[in-house]
């Protein structure tokens, strides 16, 4: 392992006092100060003490402060290491291919995204009936360093107006803006503020969009809680915007979507208070007095549209079948009492979307997909033939279109757009991406390993082909486990640079995870959180015991909640890996709730106030809570936003602060907190390869094994 103590003389320029060679175990002396408040809260007559809350505190100078040292300190660490200069030329020599999407048709265009290969944002293209091809909306000119990102565009019913989101700095917080199309002008239209939101058009008349109320304090960190579905009438201000759902005190809930059926007879209008469990409502276009009917009123279910034919709506529901099944209503009487089984719930996770004027449900098997047509009686039509085991994209089109299109990818095969004739099911190569990266070099292999309690939970292993099972293979140990999100196998060119330079990456299906239906999700959810970290240590014993890595040469990573999954892991086994990378992390147990929309995680992981059984559960794993002094905790790189504002980067500045001053190891303790950032999408092309260069160069100067640097190409 390369030492901490190579670099302490460039770093110790930031400490009061010099280090000598004996200084190396007292580390909390050149880390960046930060001064501890006496703060603490009681919870059912525990006080908890929280020296570091300061810190959440955006708008504050001292915490703008401290962001300016922490981000100084982790510059002047990677300072005397070239590796980083190394490892982005590598990353860019893979990243830096043509890559597209999946086109769709909208009014009398084909539009798809595109980018020629470093650009920091995908450009939206389209063709004419003539096959011309033009630029139509390019995000990278609406900032020079790419930090503002299209979010989202829907089209009016005719094709004539476009309405796009944008995002400043990663922001969850969206500007939108209105388009013609046809001479790419801007309308005066525009709206602010906008969050969590689609954009659904009532044919060409306007949008409807979803919003909180303008936060008190700071944009970024204040709580979100009433959700509001406002309609926006085109070539009107939105101060004239009305409110169609959520202005009454039955109807505040904390998320509030909408759509509208493709022939613009039906609104839908699904709301909910957490992550999972939502009401679905219906208002009728056609009606001269329109009014909300209810679809489901039961906040314990999730119910959602798949899809309409005249007055038939099809939906998706985990009501009695825990791994979905589609039933139909009549809009004139949509409750769920008088519902039709169409597609009854299959033994894998179904994942049904409709184009073209089929139905094509997605079976998830072992987190390996499966497609099968249906016609909308319900009858199979086929299996659809994939070209190989990996993850396929929804098949997509609109209901009258012939040509239909997906695309395939696994860990080691970049995504390929296929288009679809759902008449005679054969699919054909539409866009086969160009990289230099030979997937036939590698292999993943699916494994079965069992965990604390005797369940067996999937992991997907993918390495180079010709390994050798010795237990030098530095190996990235991915996951995620929480809201009934699954992993299933998606190409990234950052792991293929980590394949090509012979590490190893292996993705476990833990639970928590959305893999094998609802039950699989509730036993890693709030008194069963447990069952999620000891998955992960299981996995991580896995590969160390059959050979695939050791501790010395092993890395933790996860985002979002998968970082709360690598801050609990690496608290309670510290010395099961080397390093530990939890990224935009849940990392304080006690408050995330009290942040933003955090109050709607509550369905995963409960909250510190409901009981003192909870309190004292979330107490028992919360990863800020459980660093204990004169622990060696692993080599550990902290990531977080500064424009976070969905997981807030508090959690992160807390953890970060109470890890440097409890390490008793010369192991290192960082944070690299990115300004104009947020969760993560929108994420420039340029922040993204600078991100991975330093993490990666970060593993190398920590695993035991950094055979890696002299594989890298000069």
């Given amino acids: 392992m390369r030492k901490l103590a190579i670099i302490l003389i460039s770093i110790s320029l930031l400490s009061c006092e010099q280090l000598s060679k004996n200084d190396n175990n007292n580390l909390e002396s050149i880390y960046p100060m930060t001064k501890k408040v006496n703060t603490s809260d009681l919870y059912f007559s525990k006080e908890i003490q929280d020296p570091y809350r300061w810190l959440e505190d955006d708008l504050d100078e001292e915490t703008k402060s401290w962001i300016e040292d922490q981000n100084l300190f982790t ?4 300072e005397k290491s070239d590796s980083k200069e190394q490892i982005k030329r590598g990353l860019k020599q893979i990243w830096d291919y043509e890559k597209f999407s999946s086109p769709f048709k909208e009014g009398n265009y084909i539009y798809f995204f595109k980018n020629s290969g470093l650009q920091n944002q995908s450009v939206l293209y ?7 091809e033009e630029v139509f909306l390019d995000p990278n000119s609406l900032s020079d360093d790419g930090t503002i990102s299209l979010s989202d565009i829907s089209f009016s019913k005719d094709g004539s107006v476009a309405a796009y989101a944008i995002s400043d700095g990663g922001s969850d917080w969206r500007k939108v803006f209105f388009l013609d199309t046809e001479g790419k002008s801007l309308l005066s239209d525009s709206l602010i503020n906008v969050k969590f939101s689609s954009l659904s ?11 909180y109320d303008a936060p008190e304090g700071s944009e970024l960190s204040s709580l979100n809680n009433n959700h509001k579905l406002y309609f926006h009438k085109l070539g009107t201000t939105q101060e ?11 109807q505040k809930r904390r998320y509030v979507s909408s759509s509208v059926t493709e022939d613009q007879k039906y609104l839908i209008i699904s709301a909910a208070n957490s992550t999972s469990g939502n009401e679905l409502y219906l208002i009728n276009h056609l009606d001269k007095n329109p009014k909300i009917k209810t679809i489901n009123d039961n906040l314990s279910i999730d119910v959602y549209l798949l899809d309409s034919l005249d007055d038939e709506l099809f939906l998706v529901t985990n009501d009695n079948a825990d791994n979905q099944k589609i039933i139909s209503v009549q809009a004139k009487e949509p409750s769920l009492d008088k519902s039709k089984d169409l597609i009854p719930e299959q033994t894998s996770v179904m994942s049904p979307n409709s184009s073209g004027g089929f139905i094509f449900v997605e079976l998830m098997q072992d987190a390996i997909s499966k497609t099968f047509q249906y016609d909308f009686s319900g009858k199979l039509i086929r299996e659809v033939e994939l070209p190989g085991i990996g993850s396929v994209s929804p098949i997509s089109g609109k209901r009258e279109d012939e040509e239909l299109f997906y695309s395939f990818s696994n860990y080691h095969t970049p995504p390929t757009i296929y288009s679809f004739d759902p008449k005679s099911g054969i699919s054909k190569i539409y866009f086969k991406p160009k990289i230099n990266f030979d997937p036939e070099k590698y292999i993943s292999e699916q494994v079965f390993y069992t965990s604390k309690d005797g369940t067996k939970v999937p992991m997907i292993i993918t390495y180079k082909k010709g390994l050798s099972k010795n237990g030098k293979n530095p190996t990235i140990l991915y996951g995620y486990g929480g809201f009934n999100i699954s992993l299933t196998p998606n190409f990234s060119s950052i792991m293929a640079y980590w394949l090509e330079k012979g590490g190893v990456y292996a993705v476990p299906n833990i639970r928590g995870g959305g893999e094998y239906g609802k039950k699989w999700h509730l036993s890693g959810t709030k008194m069963n959180k447990q069952n999620v970290f000891d998955d992960f240590i299981y996995a991580a014993r896995f590969l160390i015991s059959e050979g695939y890595t050791k501790s010395e040469n092993l890395i933790l990573r996860g985002g ?3 970082g709360l999954l690598v801050g609990a892991v690496m608290t309670q086994e510290p010395q099961l890996a080397r390093v530990a990378l939890p990224a935009v992390g849940v990392l304080d147990m006690l408050r995330y709730h009290k942040f933003t929309a955090g109050a709607g995680w509550a369905y995963d992981y409960g909250t510190s106030d409901e009981s003192e059984e909870m309190f004292n559960y979330l107490l028992s794993y919360s990863p800020l809570h459980n660093i204990k002094d004169e622990v060696s905790y692993p080599a550990t790189l902290i990531t977080t936003g500064d424009h976070d504002d969905r997981v807030v980067p508090a959690h992160s500045y807390k953890f970060a602060a109470t890890l440097q001053e409890a390490n ?3 192991n290192p303790i960082l944070i690299r ?9 929108g994420t420039p092309t340029e922040i993204i390869l600078d991100s991975y260069s330093e993490i990666f160069s970060f593993i190398l100067l920590n695993v035991e094994n950094n055979f890696l640097t002299t594989q890298i190409s000069p």
């Fill in 75 to 78: 510059d002047k660490y990677f």
């Fill in 126 to 132: 389209r063709k004419d009936s003539q096959g011309v």
């Fill in 201 to 211: 058009w009532k044919s060409n008349e306007g949008i409807y969009y979803s919003t």
């Fill in 240 to 250: 004239k915007d009305q409110i169609i759902f959520g202005n009454k005190a039955e």
């Fill in 560 to 562: 979002s909640n998968g």
């Fill in 664 to 666: 008793s190891s010369e």
């Fill in 673 to 681: 907190i990115e300004t104009q950032a947020g969760h993560g999408a």
